[in-house]
């Protein structure tokens, strides 16, 4: 079965400082791409970042950039400088290969930026 | 900007009662979406349609069925709802079929099943 993992339920980091969110999946595919969703307290749900798994580059949004570690299966999320907007749910999700799209989706994080 | 709505943000319906969830998305995406989120599970696929009138099964399919009868609008239906439908339900769409592609949420609806 393909999973992804999440492992820290919950965060919390200080206003202008750098959190970083674990993510692991399972997957036997060698095509599939990975995404960081982000769920504030209005939740609605919103794309922070995505990853195709044969880019070996690590993306990078403006503050969000994710280490990318195809052989360990590992997707972390790091937030730089964080924000008070920041706060949320944040959601780990693959898309497996040769599906249409339907994303398989980790328990999620609950950050809380403090300031 | 792509704009996923439903239809209710909260709902509280009686155990027995048939409910409907509508979704409708303004951009002619392909594919649409429902999912499930309860705390400490995350979101789980219910059921999606990547056409008018065709529709694919998702991880938890019992107790729900879908329609997609218009492109932008896709229903999901509890034709008996019970206590352990209590849930928060999120639409979502893709422009086009892929793995590439980005997924735009609706602001999902609360429901309440007493």
């Known amino acids: 079965a393909q999973t992804v993992t999440q492992s820290q339920p919950e965060m919390s980091v200080q206003e202008a400082e750098t959190v970083t969110l674990s993510c692991t999946y399972d997957?036997?595919?060698?095509?599939?791409?990975l995404f960081w969703y982000k769920q504030p307290p209005s939740r609605q749900m919103i794309l922070v970042i995505r990853q195709e798994a044969y880019k070996q580059q690590n993306a990078t949004e403006n503050r969000f950039s994710v280490n990318f570690q195809k052989a360990a299966k590992s997707f972390s999320l790091k937030i730089s400088d964080s924000q008070l907007g920041d706060t949320a749910m944040y959601f780990c999700a693959f898309t497996p290969g040769g599906s249409q799209g339907n994303l398989i989706f980790g328990k999620g994080t609950k950050l809380s930026v403090k300031p | 900007d792509v704009k996923v709505t439903q239809s209710s943000r909260y709902l509280v319906k009686r155990t027995g009662e048939k409910v409907f969830l509508e979704c409708v998305q303004d951009m002619d995406h392909e594919n649409m979406f429902w999912y499930r989120q309860d705390p400490g599970l995350g979101l789980r696929l219910i059921y999606f349609?990547?056409?008018?009138?065709?529709?694919e099964k998702g991880d938890i399919p019992e107790g729900y069925s879908v329609s997609r009868e218009k492109k932008e609008r896709f229903s999901l239906i509890l034709e008996s709802a019970s206590t352990n439908q209590t849930s928060m339900y999120l639409c979502?769409?893709?422009?086009?079929?892929?793995?590439?592609?980005?997924?735009?949420f609706g602001p999902g609806t609360r429901l309440l099943v007493l």
């Open positions: 997957t036997s595919e060698s095509n599939y791409y």
């Open positions: 979502a769409s893709t422009l086009l079929q892929g793995v590439q592609e980005t997924q735009y």
């Open positions: 349609s990547y056409d008018v009138k065709m529709k």
